[in-house]
């Protein structure tokens, strides 16, 4: 897991690494950020990319620190976001 918790009110980016606490699955690890078949490394919380293009922008995370990738679960950004709250 990353050393660093990252908090995500609107208008901050969710990043691949970076470590969110989760309403369901506890600290969680995000893994990959997927729009389409593009990958990138940071999204902004609301996506204007999203509504955009509109393909739904997809992040894959790891729960829990002993987690890996047969672990891995997937939610689109708007549900990632609603779930998670800053890390403690």
């Not at 050393?3 to 980016?13: N, Q, V």
């Not at 940071?42 to 987690?67: F, H, K, L, N, Q």
């Amino acid at each position: 897991m990353s050393e660093t918790d990252h908090a995500t009110p609107s208008g901050r980016a969710i990043e691949r690494g970076g470590v969110y606490a989760h309403a369901t699955h506890g600290r969680v690890e995000v893994t990959q950020i997927w729009q389409g078949t593009q990958w990138t490394e940071a999204v902004t919380v609301p996506s204007t990319e999203e509504r955009e293009i509109g393909r739904p922008i997809v992040v894959r995370y790891i729960p829990a620190a002993d987690g890996d990738w047969r672990d891995e679960l997937a939610a689109t950004l708007d549900e990632f976001h609603a779930a998670i709250a800053p890390a403690d």
